[in-house]
């Protein structure tokens, strides 16, 4: 991050008399680029270093050496405060009145005040993201080792947390052990879109549309359904036009006619990827309000990817919730990067905004199961319980733990019964059920 003398042109002149008198330097009929440099020289004295640091309590000589050690010196601004409170932005006369150089409202706002830490701003995935530090030189001239840690090492590495060893479960209640019936639910899907093109009203089917779509599916929820639009349109099988969708000419006929490996691959690649499904808006009991703020649907899915290939065993069941804890202490801002709590408009079932790291639990939290118990085990990836997950040989192979599977398949062929029905098992070639759609009607949907 920045040095002390970048630091102090940074940060507003109202503060610098009170880290004059802080640092025992003399103001009086000096200017402003004068007393800046007075400043730096008092503050990279080790002398006075050490007896500005003395005058530190114990909590926040510990922050101050936990913030040293972090990843680059530094930590995101809105984790920083989670730890060690506000800091208030204040002018003159407000520091003056309440004296928050010598004791602030928070220990934060102290440190603040008294110049050990700065607030600087760094680009992370092109995005401007606010972080907590100490300047540079002035690190150097802290006696850091001064701690009730002991006698650290002023130069001692950065820590580096690891994530922890996940517990097997041995347990399990209530299994639903995953199938691979998107495929042919997506299949039928781009039939009767085929058929008929759709309505669509934001991210799913009109009510009357979904209504007419449901009874032939294999798995037949509202959300399942909104996911296969989101994914179709991802992947490029499915497009809207005035409001309308129905299939993507060449990709669709491109994507029947692989294998259904392959077709899992690409749909769950299509929602990896995806900006347009945007998980959150369709978990249960939240309720997103499109108000202007950034919300990146990719990274956070992502995001959890990187933390499940990491926690996750390649065989055996975990708990869901303990891997949300998990995440929670380690990762809790994998999609809030500037760590702030506060910025999102998100109600829940009771109407109540859920703002402020405490609702993180109701909101990451609900997205992480959602990503398992909804997408991931839709898509094949996971087997999934009471509480419990277990990664399937394409879970395995989606998060990179092996190669892709690919899985011989028995074909048969279309039954035509004495009344003139066609039977078309999931065993009948993808693209040949799609055709049917040209000069055949769905009745019903069944798992033969």
């Known amino acids: 991050m920045k040095n002390l003398l970048a630091?102090?042109?940074?940060?507003?002149?109202?503060?610098?008399?009170?880290?004059?008198?802080?640092?025992?330097?003399?103001?009086?009929?000096?200017?402003?680029d004068e007393l800046i440099r007075q400043l730096q020289r008092a503050m990279l004295d080790p002398a006075?270093?050490?007896?500005?640091?003395?005058?530190?309590?114990?909590?926040?000589?510990?922050a101050l050496q936990l913030l040293v050690s972090s990843?680059?010196?530094?930590?995101?601004?809105?984790?920083?405060?989670?730890?060690?409170?506000?800091i208030r932005k204040l002018g003159r006369a407000q520091i003056k009145r309440e004296q928050a150089h010598l004791q602030g409202q928070s220990l934060a706002e102290t440190l603040y005040y008294r110049g050990f830490i700065g607030e600087g701003f760094d680009k992370v995935d092109d995005r401007l993201i606010g972080f907590i530090y100490v300047p540079t030189d002035l690190i150097e001239a802290l006696p850091l080792h001064k701690t009730s840690f002991g006698e650290l090492a002023a130069d001692a590495a950065p820590i580096e947390e690891e994530l922890p060893r996940i517990g097997l479960v041995d347990d399990v209640d209530e299994v639903i052990k995953a199938d691979t019936s998107i495929v042919d639910d997506m299949t039928t899907l781009l039939a009767l879109l085929q058929a008929e093109a759709r309505a669509v009203e934001g991210a799913r089917f009109v009510a009357a549309a979904a209504e007419s779509i449901k009874p032939q599916l294999l798995r037949s929820s509202d959300t399942r359904l909104a996911f296969m639009l989101g994914v179709g349109l991802s992947a490029e099988l499915i497009a809207r036009q005035d409001d309308k969708a129905h299939p993507s000419r060449n990709q669709a006929r491109a994507w029947l006619e692989s294998s259904r490996a392959e077709q899992i691959r690409a749909l769950a690649r299509a929602w990896l990827e995806s900006q347009s499904y945007r998980d959150m808006w369709h978990i249960p009991g939240l309720y997103p309000e499109d108000s202007g703020w950034s919300y990146d649907a990719a990274a956070a899915r992502k995001a959890v990817m990187e933390l499940l290939a990491d926690l996750l065993p390649e065989q055996g069941w975990v708990s869901i919730n303990d891997l949300i804890e998990i995440i929670k202490e380690f990762e809790p801002d994998f999609q809030r990067l500037d760590g702030d709590y506060d910025q999102w408009y998100i109600r829940n079932d009771a109407g109540e905004y859920l703002s402020g790291f405490e609702s993180w639990d109701a909101v990451e939290g609900s997205l992480i199961e959602f990503y398992i118990v909804g997408p991931m085990h839709w898509l094949g990836l996971v087997d999934i319980g009471e509480d419990v997950l277990r990664l399937t040989a394409y879970g395995r192979a989606f998060l990179e733990f092996s190669e892709w599977p690919q899985l011989q398949e028995s074909t048969?062929?279309?039954?035509?019964?004495?009344?003139?029905?066609?039977?078309?098992?999931?065993?009948?070639?993808?693209?040949?059920?799609?055709?049917?759609?040209?000069?055949?009607?769905?009745?019903?949907a069944a798992d033969p």
């Open 412 to 444: 048969t062929r279309i039954t035509v019964r004495n009344d003139g029905q066609l039977l078309a098992s999931r065993r009948v070639n993808r693209f040949e059920r799609f055709q049917l759609a040209r000069f055949a009607r769905c009745t019903g």
């Open 7 to 32: 630091t102090l042109h940074d940060c507003d002149p109202g503060m610098l008399p009170a880290l004059a008198e802080i640092w025992s330097v003399d103001s009086r009929s000096l200017s402003h």
């Open 71 to 86: 990843a680059q010196g530094r930590m995101k601004v809105g984790q920083f405060e989670r730890f060690y409170g506000e």
């Open 48 to 62: 006075q270093a050490e007896s500005a640091w003395d005058k530190l309590d114990e909590p926040a000589r510990t």
